[in-house]
């Protein structure tokens, strides 16, 4: 059997694919999925991958395969672990931030401000995959990321440097950076002036250099030479998805909940009413990521949460004991509730989490609302993905 497409997901706890062919109108249609648990710690992502696309043969009832097009995304192995580094935490720190996150990134360090010895400890022991630099708006402030790209030139690292700031500093910033042998790549401003985001053209030099030089999974190599296209973070093909769906529907907001995280991406540009009183610019496509909410290996910390009734209803009566046996994939019909009692509840947190809030303040000329962060007042579509 040969199908037009095959998109491959290998995620930090299982590896799924998917496959589609085109009618004769040209629109897509999805013919059946496999899954099977990811392979990492047997050393070869590529086995786990070789069994779910077995089962999805089983499923199509159709021992022989072929495919025309094999695309893939990855977040195992730790997915894209970046820093960002910026002058002005709600300013050209969130600019760089939104950036990372947008393309798929989960940022495990952020400073403001000059580094600090400490900073670079805490930055050496991290070992970031990318470290995204900014600071200063073009032509304003820049001896801040100058500073800070000696501080990371002399420092013994060697992941690829986003320098994403300042423009009048950018000759500067890759001249110090090149000659201590650094790996740099420059874009544009993602902060280039007040209440200005700019992070389309970070977000995909991240995603590029993710392709060349990190997908560091064993066996990831592998799968490399049998796709088509470049292998790309998970939540970055999420978000540029999102994005293509939102052109064609409108306002949106995904739910990816995974086995480690719960990522909230949404498309919007909020509504007028609240514009009007934001303190702080939000760029259309958001993401954020929960490290916390994982239905698999951070189960513990949603079942926290969690109504023990609800664990009770479906007869769970010590939740910590069926969490200790329950496999990645869920095997019984009692498993797949347990794990549906999760997802919706990381789910509900995630969108909490991500969402702004209005707040009362009392001034001078008496009170006033304000927004701060995310308005998902104008949002039409709520969609679910991942492995729940």
Do not use: C
Request: hydrophobic content about 40%; overall charge neutral; cysteine-free.
């Amino acid at each position: 059997m040969r199908i037009d497409i095959l998109v491959a997901e290998i995620g930090s706890t299982t590896t799924k694919v998917n496959a589609f062919n085109f009618d004769y109108e040209n629109n897509l249609l999805f013919l059946d999925r496999g899954e099977a648990i990811t392979t990492v710690e047997d050393g070869n992502v590529k086995i786990g991958l070789e069994k779910a696309i077995s089962q999805l043969k089983k499923n199509l009832q159709n021992k022989k395969l072929l495919w025309s097009n094999f695309y893939a995304s990855s977040s195992a192995a730790g997915g894209l672990r970046m820093s960002v580094h910026g002058l002005v935490k709600e300013m050209t720190v969130k600019a760089a931030n939104e950036a990372a996150l947008g393309a798929g990134a989960v940022v495990k360090m952020v400073t403001a401000g000059i580094l600090s010895k400490y900073d670079l400890d805490s930055l050496i022991k991290l070992n970031p995959n990318i470290i995204i630099l900014s600071g200063g708006v073009d032509y304003g402030e820049k001896e801040t990321v100058i500073n800070n790209a000696k501080f990371i030139s002399e420092a013994p690292l060697f992941s690829p440097i986003i320098y994403a700031g300042n423009i009048a500093a950018a000759d500067e910033v890759e001249h110090i950076l090149k000659n201590a042998n650094k790996k740099v790549y420059v874009v544009d401003n993602v902060y280039p002036n007040i209440d200005e985001l700019n992070v389309k053209p970070a977000r995909e030099i991240i995603q590029k250099v993710f392709e060349e030089h990190i997908v560091k999974a064993p066996g990831m190599e592998k799968i490399r030479d049998m796709v088509n296209q470049d292998i790309l973070p998970t939540p970055g093909a999420v978000m540029k998805i999102s994005t293509l769906l939102s052109d064609e529907i409108g306002d949106l907001v995904v739910i990816d909940i995974g086995g480690a995280t719960t990522d909230v991406h949404s498309i919007t540009d909020g509504s007028p009413s609240i514009q009007q009183i934001t303190i702080s610019p939000e760029p259309r496509s958001k993401r954020t990521v929960e490290g916390d909410l994982g239905v698999f290996y951070n189960a513990e910390n949603v079942i926290k949460i969690v109504d023990r009734k609800l664990f009770n209803k479906i007869g769970i009566d010590d939740v910590d004991v069926f969490k200790s046996k329950v496999k990645q994939i869920p095997q019984t019909k009692k498993e797949a509730k347990y794990y549906e009692i999760l997802g919706k509840v990381a789910a509900k947190k995630a969108v909490e989490r991500h969402a702004g809030k209005i707040k009362e303040l009392f001034g001078p000329t008496g009170r006033k609302n304000i927004a701060k962060g995310r308005d998902l007042t104008a949002i039409k579509y709520i969609i679910g993905t991942g492995g729940v």
